[in-house]
């Protein structure tokens, strides 16, 4: 172990022993932390919790739908949000409620101009043309 000089406590403004005790400090922390959020653990074991992806689990942190925990210059997600998020069924794909929303435009759009009908669309959105009567 290289010896600490005077002029690098002066430089770095802590020593050995205070690093020592910001470690134990963190330590103390992780562990209560852990013990409160039912454990923690890391992005790539959180993908394997959720059946994802990390890139997935990376995303939902960023769109802060996963809470972060940082300790040790790492990135830990809770055991227990993780259970939770897990809970609520997910289907993959685009959810349900822009299908709808894109269903409902369309068939508002052939009702509205059946002339302009796309011939592209599949057969589920498909109506026949009928004549409106007055």
């Given at each position: 172990m290289d010896a600490i000089t005077p002029l690098q406590i002066l430089l770095d403004g802590s020593t050995e022993v205070e690093q020592a005790d910001s470690v134990q400090v963190e330590l103390a922390q992780f562990s209560k932390t852990s013990a409160e959020e039912s454990g923690l653990v890391n992005i790539s074991q959180g993908g394997y919790i959720l059946d994802r992806s990390k890139q997935l689990v990376q995303r939902l942190v960023a769109q802060r739908r996963l809470t972060p925990f940082k300790f040790f210059g790492r990135t830990y997600l809770s055991v227990r949000e993780l259970k939770e998020f897990q809970k609520v069924e997910r289907l993959p794909g685009r959810p349900w409620g822009k299908k709808i929303i894109a269903a409902?435009?369309?068939?508002?759009?052939?009702l509205l101009d059946?002339?302009?009908?796309?011939?592209?669309?599949?057969?589920?959105?498909?109506?026949?043309?009928?004549?409106?009567?007055?």
């Open positions: 409902t435009k369309m068939a508002g759009a052939m059946p002339a302009q009908m796309r011939h592209d669309i599949t057969e589920d959105f498909k109506q026949p043309h009928r004549p409106v009567v007055e």
